[in-house]
């Protein structure tokens, strides 16, 4: 038997939403309810999202960094790319075995080389297992 401990947009660790759109569905946490299990108080409980989700990052418009956040339900080979316009790769942040939960990765706007980008527009594509979700941001200097 599960209990509902907690539903939120707002992260436990931090106080800050996971997400600044308003399309993301809630993350709620679940565990045992205590039949006899000694569930313990001093222990934090993760937070653990009921789907994947790639949030719009933040700031966008941005410079000279931008933070970009996803959740992911379960353990999983995770890999978050930056491309330009013409589909071009400009630099992979994530290419690891990632544990289920919130995540969050900040771009500093540079290519694979460690060169500063142009101003435009950019896409991060996020690849969990099978999932594919991708999403545009706006460098401006």
């Not at 809630?26 to 009921?50: A, E, F, N, Q, Y």
């Not at 990765?105 to 991060?124: E, I, N």
């Amino acid at each position: 038997q599960l209990e509902v401990l907690y539903t939120s947009s707002v992260s436990l660790e931090t106080g800050v939403p996971p997400f600044v759109d308003n399309y993301s569905p809630p993350i709620i946490v679940m565990d045992p309810v205590s039949s006899g299990v000694g569930l313990r108080d001093d222990v934090p409980r993760k937070i653990i999202p009921i789907d994947y989700t790639l949030n719009q990052n933040y700031p966008n418009p941005f410079n000279p960094t931008t933070t970009i956040s996803f959740n992911l339900p379960v353990s999983e080979q995770v890999r978050l790319v930056i491309y330009d316009m013409m589909g071009r790769q400009v630099k992979e942040l994530v290419n690891s075995h990632l544990s289920s939960g919130y995540h969050s990765f900040v771009w500093d706007a540079t290519d694979m080389q460690g060169k500063k980008v142009a101003s435009g527009v950019y896409f991060y594509r996020l690849q969990a297992g099978n999932v594919v979700k991708i999403r545009r941001m706006t460098l401006l200097k």
